[in-house]
């Protein structure tokens, strides 16, 4: 009864697989998922009837079986395809190297802090290099003083090492998404309303942050000032002239004097300056508290400030537009500009590092066993720019990591190490092992590039979809298309056996000319009315004119009527879509249904001949690679 059991699940499954292969050709097969596929991308037929999936199963057969015909021909071993697809592939795969679940992560992130801006004071105590005892003592004491109750300002005042300190007392004002670099962003964005934050160390210093308040997001402003600034020689005398300037210029405004104009005429500002006061769109953290304070407060636009004295000296501020912050998460136009902002911002180095490491597991990267000390004591000449000793369990041949088609050594690391020994940036602050990890996470990215296609599908589908339509086109070339161009014998064979078919709608022999404008066609006119010189005109038209002489049925005649008798001179007819002009002068008229020679015929035999060349080839491919679809499948493709 067991084994009976075993036998009806196996015939299920295979039933079940069977089921989803659509058709076969030879020993090949496709399933319904890859027919569809192609359906629903190529497929311009939108009522999706039964007629449109059979017209287009019979199309996509013989796109299957000619591709079939190309590999079996070697044809994807040309250089020329080889090149192509290489050069393809190159074009498209940065679009596959970035995670994009992470960066929507950061999208999502930026999302939700943008909803809320947060007042933020801060301790800073800087350190040189590595030696941050100090510093780690001080910031340690400064942080055990608020923990005991201490004022946050008082304890900044005390300890901090912010120049600044002195005059906003640790204060930094309001700040939102994008203010301050990412990783003090994610301390503030972390950290509760009226709490401060654990010590926390960055490459320069040890900080302590704390969130004083929070307020829904105030959004953008556009804005425009007039600055009445002052110089480090002002005493409080000029300092006053320069209040009292401020005040008389914010009266004439009131009294509907220009901005622009008093921009011009008083602000030192000398970069607002040349764009009529204009300031680069701000949010929270870009001015100063009260400079922002002032322009919030701003109803409407147009509204302009009362003189506000800052550092910098007297502002008049004007708004021009409020830009409120985006709440709605499904604002496709607006996510995608936070998105291009992530992107733009140190933060992606985060999606980065998260790449980094799924690459590591997905490619089978595996640390290889050695010793940890001699390794070091490697790597201690490597960074006194010695050449490494080679010990037996230590030397440019042992292994430290590898893949499953590729093992890195000791002497690659020292190349590595090598190329980047004056980038700062790969190196500041990195120990041996962070160092090594780096390399495996540059080789592991490197090795998944080359691979990519094992790894995403949707990569390798576009890959095979160029491939296989790059050697469509290559077959068609030589079994259809240079045959029929070339085969003047069957070309003519074929004209006499279907004469019947190649006959001339009403037509006319034609000067035809085609100006570059209206007003060449009219001088091209009249010049043909005086001389009828259609040469001369063309070489004399500095290449506005071009003309030819030819048959052409009335339809294909721009102006031409089937009543256009010999020597009309038809109008000038302009293209809709550009200033191309067009006009014709009728030499004889002929009526319709007149056979057309073997030599006006021939585009039209050349597209015939080339069907029938086709129809033939795909006749004889369904005797090569038999074809067998499965009805039931294809049904329920529609129903």
Sequence with gaps: MKNLFSVIIALCIAGSMQAQTLFTYGNSQVSKDEFLHAFNKNNTNTSNSEKAYRDYLELYIRFR????????????????????????RGQIIDGFMNDESSIRQLVDEAFA???????????????????TMAAFTKITEAWNKLRAGADFSTTALAYSGDPSVASNKGNLGYITVFTLPYEFESLAYSTPAGK????????????IFKVVSERPAIGRMKAAQILVGFTPNDDDAAKETKRVLADSIYTALLKGASFKDLVSKYSTDNISYQSGGLLPEFGAGRYSEDFETAAFALKKDGDISKPLLTSFGYHIIQRVESVPVNTDPQNEAAIATLKQQ??????????????????LKLTGYAPATFNSS???????????????????????????????????TAGDFARYYNSIRNNLSLLRGKSLNQLLMQHAETVGNEYYRNRLEHYNKEFAGQLREFKDGNLL??????????????DSTGLKAYYKAHKEKYWWEASADVILFTCSDS???????????????????????????????GRFELTQIPGLTASSAAGTLTAPTKSSTDNITSFAFVVKTYPAHLPRSFEDARGFVINDYQTFLEDKWVQALKKKYPVKVNEQVLRSCWQ
């Design 65 to 88: 079986l000619k591709v079939k015909a190309a590999y079996d021909a070697k044809l994807d071993t040309l250089p020329t395809q080889k090149t192509e697809l290489q050069n393809f």
């Design 519 to 549: 007003s060449s066609a009219e001088k091209a006119k009249a010049a043909f009315s005086e001389s009828h010189d259609w040469k001369s005109i063309v070489q004399n038209s500095d290449g506005t004119v071009q003309a030819d002489s």
């Design 113 to 131: 802090r943008s909803q809320k801006d947060l007042h933020v004071s801060h301790i800073l105590i800087p350190y040189i290099g590595a030696d």
């Design 374 to 408: 001699l390794f070091a004591g490697y790597a201690d000449s490597l960074f006194a720019g010695r050449k490494p000793k080679q010990l037996p369990l230590m030397n440019d041949k042992t292994v430290l990591f590898s893949f499953p088609q590729q093992k890195v």
């Design 196 to 207: 401060f934050s654990a010590p926390y160390r960055s490459s320069f210093a040890y900080h």
């Design 342 to 359: 992530v992107q733009a911002d140190k933060r992606i180095s985060v999606a980065k590092d998260i790449m980094a490491k799924k690459i």
């Design 473 to 486: 086109f290559e077959i068609m070339q030589r079994q259809v298309w240079d045959k029929a161009a070339t």
